[in-house]
């Protein structure tokens, strides 16, 4: 790639140009004119053309945490993908996923306890030990108890996804006393919880679009930023395209998900519910 001018680059778009043109080697209807491409699960170092070490994990940047693969070159992360055996992600990986490598090396990423020495908002800290770090939360916690005001502690948390988190969230802190707690749920998906859990019960959905024969859709912009994204708005596009499923949303604006619908209906917000209601009613009366 080195040796790539402005007219060799040309000449490569209008032959691959061509190529598509061509329809050659079909994949199918959604991919129409694609060549056939070698599925990932593999790394190479673009110098030396060594291959990189391939470590399967999990990402975590989202609640999805889709099946992935880092790759490592001299002890150091230096890629992040999608695992190509994955049955749900289909070796897909969005763009956050893929900067994963990014959240390990940012320089300002804090990787010891740090104490506030200035006044609250002056932004002046200073590197303390965890011994000491622990001591100091065993003083102020021990105060909060012995005073009889256990909930004035508030555990506030980022990602913690793994089942050992239960140890601090469901043992230590419900020993403790407290349930002031909060997490990136708070700020990101807790509205569409609490809805989901008192229309249903339970705040996970999932939607099964390899089966599925008509979508209705109630606000949700599954083809732009939505719970379970990269499974599942891949499978919503192979069933508009590759089986002629419609799809008709509700929704106040006209995203992404709208756009891609057979048809868009712009409802006014707060209304889904007498949408719905209406539906049901002629269901019923009409059989």
Request: charged share 25%; aromatic share 8%; with cysteine.
């Amino acid at each position: 790639m080195a040796n790539l001018t402005r007219r060799n680059f040309m000449k490569l778009g209008m032959a691959s140009g061509a190529l598509l043109a061509a329809g050659g080697e079909l994949i199918s209807p959604s991919l129409a004119g694609a060549v056939k491409v070698k599925m990932g699960g593999k790394d190479f170092n673009s110098k030396t053309n060594a291959e990189r070490k391939g470590i399967p994990t999990a990402c975590w940047s989202c609640v999805t945490r889709c099946a992935a693969m880092g790759f490592v070159e001299d002890g150091r992360l230096v890629k992040m993908e999608s695992n190509p055996k994955s049955i749900r992600t289909l070796g897909k990986m969005c763009a956050k996923g893929q900067s994963g490598p990014n959240d390990v090396y940012f320089p300002d990423r804090i990787l010891y306890p740090m104490i506030r020495v200035g006044k609250r908002g002056e932004g002046k800290w200073k590197r303390i030990s965890w011994d000491n770090a622990l001591a100091e939360l065993t003083v102020r916690l021990k105060k909060l108890r012995d005073d009889g005001h256990p909930e004035k502690f508030m555990f506030h948390y980022g990602r913690m996804k793994a089942s050992s988190s239960k140890l601090i969230k469901s043992v230590f802190l419900a020993t403790y006393g407290t349930k002031t707690i909060s997490g990136h749920t708070s700020i990101c998906e807790g509205g569409k919880w609490t809805s989901q859990e008192l229309t249903w019960g339970k705040h996970y959905d999932n939607w099964d679009f390899d089966k599925t024969g008509f979508v209705l859709n109630f606000g949700s912009n599954v083809q732009e930023a939505h719970t379970n994204h990269v499974p599942t708005s891949q499978r919503l596009i192979r069933a508009k395209v590759e089986r002629g499923v419609k799809s008709v949303t509700f929704d106040v604006r006209y995203s992404n998900t709208a756009a891609k619908s057979d048809e868009w209906i712009p409802i006014k917000p707060g209304t889904d519910g007498a949408v719905a209601l209406a539906m049901c009613n002629v269901i019923m009366q009409n059989g």
